[in-house]
């Protein structure tokens, strides 16, 4: 069940207690599940329940995949209900550290925003963007919201059009269906509110027009929870799993085979038009828990896009290409634009 789904629909206390009991079950999975859970108690309005939550993981002794992520939380979660002082610095601490993915850049940034800190925001934004784009030679999925966002604060304020802006309406309209496509200038300007207590039917009857092609994109973008993901097994254990499952072998003839196949498929689909592409990592015991819940041999191949598919869905995907400067996504601790992204 999914944070989205309509408060009528689901008890959202019941889910979080659901999904906090999963992740005692699955440590490995724990972070994505109880950042859900965060998710539902915030719905629920227990806002200190969710608090509690985050500084759990916080304070775990696991290594968490994105620290910044859940401090970005936990800073948006804690000025909704009352403690400003800690989430400014909270806020101020991410800015400081200068975060490679985008996720906690986005959360900062539209808390600010939510609190009419527009300047704070914009900065924010355009801190992220630079950072994250200013040598990237088309902007990843995962960053499409900071440019969308930084437009939108940019247009309350007044802002004259930069690049960036440019760049934010050209994505948008290339994921709008070319029936309904609305510009970013339209569907972010301040004005459109007042549309809403119009007494002029074609008034209205625009503003619902952009309103549906809004809830479109936004749509799309919830249709799109995790990424289309390629799965990577380090040397070790691609080494163990053809071992146990020899005929798995046809698959991965080679290691450095199969670090190379990623590196082309996810340019295939990159080139293709797919957005949103990740990696994700498999484990030999998590393979065979996931082929024994399937109820399926580990060494049937067509169990492991399934397989990929799952991680994904359990927030285990990294997102490709990796970030400027990030290191390689295959393990070898060289950065990516010298090792695979060569070429």
């Not at 285990?316 to 090792?339: D, M, N, T």
Request: with cysteine.
């Amino acid at each position: 069940m999914r944070p989205d789904t309509p408060a009528e629909n689901v008890d959202h206390t019941a889910e979080a207690a659901r999904l906090e009991r999963t992740a005692g079950l699955y440590p490995e999975d724990a972070e994505a599940l109880l950042l859900r859970a965060a998710a539902h108690l915030e719905l629920a309005g227990d806002r200190p329940a969710a608090s509690t939550l985050y500084d759990r993981l916080l304070s775990s002794a696991a290594t968490l995949e994105n620290p910044h992520l859940v401090r970005a939380l936990k800073a948006a979660n804690l000025w909704e209900y009352g403690h400003e002082a800690e989430a400014r610095a909270i806020i101020d601490g991410i800015r400081a550290a200068a975060p490679r993915d985008p996720a906690p850049w986005v959360i900062v940034a539209e808390a600010l925003e939510a609190h009419d800190e527009l300047e704070a925001a914009q900065e924010t934004f355009t801190e992220a963007v630079t950072l994250l784009l200013s040598n990237a030679p088309e902007p990843p999925y995962a960053t499409h919201p900071l440019l969308y966002g930084r437009h939108r604060v940019r247009r309350m304020l007044g802002a004259p059009h930069d690049d960036w802006d440019t760049t934010a309406d050209t994505l948008h309209l290339s994921h709008s269906s070319p029936t309904s496509a609305v510009s970013l200038d339209e569907l972010h300007d301040p004005k459109r509110v007042w549309s809403l207590g119009s007494d002029n039917p074609a008034e209205l009857e625009a503003e619902i027009g952009r309103l549906r092609a809004e809830l479109g994109a936004y749509r799309e973008a919830l249709s799109r929870p995790f990424p289309v993901a390629v799965l990577h097994w380090p040397e070790t254990e691609l080494a163990e799993l053809t071992e146990a499952y020899p005929a798995l072998a046809e698959e991965y003839p080679s290691h450095e085979a199969h670090l190379s196949t990623i590196e082309a498929s996810l340019r295939e689909l990159a080139s293709s038009g797919t957005a949103n592409l990740g990696i994700v990592t498999g484990t030999v015991p998590s393979y065979e828990a996931f082929a024994a819940s399937e109820g399926t041999s580990p060494g049937d191949a067509s169990l492991l896009p399934q397989y990929a598919t799952t991680l994904a869905a359990r927030g285990r995907a990294v997102a490709w290409p990796p970030q400027r400067g990030a290191e390689c996504w295959c393990g070898s601790g060289r950065g990516y634009r010298g090792c695979h992204g060569v070429g």
